[in-house]
């Protein structure tokens, strides 16, 4: 594992060498073997509770993940959806972490407040991801211990105010006292570099992060990112107040045509936004069905490598930009 250059609130809070965090990536996408690899490499990542199999899968999940840690802490995605039931279900779950080795939980969707104590008393630390300073503000006062505000270039879900990257980076170290990560559209460490200058204590990756070596997606769709110019994707599902940016594909071109005749029904939507058909295409390679996560950071993405060697690259090109900001500074 590459030495600390950067310690900030996050290092310490998590107990990690790099400011680098990798967000839950659904269905079943961030495995027990991906997780491990960014948390080997010193950050940290994150199994995404939701969709799988069964309780006994998830937990199988997790035995893995520890034993490919050696032990070392590691992160749970939960998603809170608005759906009845939901809260229920992550609660149920949360003894489970306590017992496998989770220190962390990164929520995201709707509103934690049920989560925070629960997590609190099982020794787990919450971190919730925002699209927007506003909600970040709000679940500062609901007591996480940390937020990661996520900008609408990312892959996922932007909310639907739309806000940028580079504003809410600006904004949100100044306007939060918890210790904040920035998301959305990064994938260099010249980001994270700005990003640790503007204030934030992390960053927070997905889509870069998609052609690591360590994830089982199908080689066609990492050679599909490889090739991305970042104009590739789109913003389905505004009817429904869900934004959510995704490859444009036949799958969500039909989203959008539903949507163009004004249909509100969910149900109307649920089969083409299936979790099982864009799993499927994950695994074969052909993604004609189902809906891809796909943020514009899908420029950065390259060749497929390890993680190490991605958060190699970045802490190289962050040690650069940081030298570059003293060249430029005169005085110094
Ligand atoms: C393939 C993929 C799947 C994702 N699935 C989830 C998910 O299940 N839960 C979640 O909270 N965020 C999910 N996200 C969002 C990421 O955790 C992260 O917030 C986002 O990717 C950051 O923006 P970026 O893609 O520009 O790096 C997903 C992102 C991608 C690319």
């Known amino acids: 594992m590459r030495e600390a250059i950067f310690q900030t609130r996050i290092t310490d809070l998590l107990g990690i060498r790099h400011p680098i965090l990798c967000g839950g990536m659904g269905p ?3 495995d027990a073997r991906y997780v491990a690899a960014v948390v080997n490499a010193g950050g940290m990542g994150f199994i995404v509770a939701a969709g799988h199999e069964s309780r006994d899968a998830f937990v199988d999940q997790l035995r893995l993940c520890r034993k490919l840690t050696g032990g070392k802490p590691f992160g749970v995605n939960f998603y809170v959806s608005r759906r ?15 017992e496998h080795g989770v220190n962390c939980v990164e929520t995201a969707g ?3 407040e049920d989560l925070i104590q629960p997590l609190r008393d099982a020794g787990i630390r919450i971190i919730h991801k925002a699209p927007g300073v506003r909600y970040a503000l709000t679940a500062q006062r609901m007591g996480v211990d940390a937020v990661i505000v996520v900008g609408y270039e990312c892959g996922g879900h932007p909310g ?7 504003v809410q980076a600006a904004h949100a170290p100044q306007a939060i006292d918890i210790p904040v990560v920035i998301a959305g559209g990064i994938g260099t460490g010249r980001q994270l570099s700005a990003a640790l200058a503007m204030g934030a204590d992390a960053i927070l990756m997905g889509t870069r992060m998609l052609v690591a ?3 089982w997606i199908h080689p066609d769709h990492k050679a599909r990112l490889a090739a ?10 505004t009817l ?12 969500a071109r039909a989203v959008l045509a539903l949507e163009a005749e004004g249909i509100t029904e969910y149900e109307a939507y649920s089969d083409l936004i299936s979790g099982a058909h864009t799993y499927a295409g994950y695994r074969s390679g052909n993604i004609e069905k189902g809906t891809y996560d796909w943020g514009q950071s899908a420029i950065f993405a390259g060749e497929t490598m390890p993680v190490a060697a991605i958060f190699d690259e970045l802490l190289d090109d962050a040690v650069a930009a940081t030298d570059r900001m003293r060249e430029l500074c005169a005085w110094m």
């Open 84 to 98: 009845p039931g939901s809260v229920e279900a992550l609660l149920a779950l949360i003894p489970l972490l306590a």
């Open 240 to 251: 429904l107040r869900d934004h959510h940016r995704v490859l444009d594909n036949p799958g």
């Open 110 to 112: 709707a509103n934690p």
């Open 28 to 30: 079943r996408v961030s």
């Open 160 to 166: 639907t105010k739309l806000i940028g990257s580079m």
């Open 228 to 237: 991305a110019d970042g104009t590739e994707s789109v913003i389905i599902k």
């Open 213 to 215: 070596e360590e994830l």
